[in-house]
């Protein structure tokens, strides 16, 4: 039988997941970007923008914990093929979930400072899906936990 973590444990591999979010984010970003005008490729670049914020602050708490920042992915596969707006619109709220699902597990593991953070950007998360999406959601960060 496997041990089951420390709490310090569990914080590291909380925190590692939510940087693996950020990278997947990062890059659907970069999708959705190309595939978005006006003023929603504003809104992309400023998600794309606080993600990378969020994943270097991330990485630095990875390593504060001891850990070793995991990289980012050559290249992730997307849920679906973005072909135009709409799409992009919808890899956005659907990333966004995932994001916020990920800040979700961190708030349960973590405590003090980083347990704030994470909850903050749970928020985040989850305030940008219902933007993209045109509509929120009753418990954010749970929506993948069925």
Known sequence: MKPEPSPAGRALEATQAALAAEHAAAYGYGVIGARTAGPRATEAREAYGGHLARRDSLARTVRELGGAPRPAEAAYALPFEVR???DAERLAAEIEDRVAGAYSDLVRAAEGPLRREA?????????RAA???????A??????KR
């Open 119 to 127: 909850a903050d950007a749970l928020s985040a998360a989850a305030v």
């Open 84 to 86: 135009g707006s709409a």
């Open 131 to 137: 933007r993209w999406r045109g509509v929120g959601v």
């Open 139 to 144: 418990f954010p960060g749970l929506t993948e």
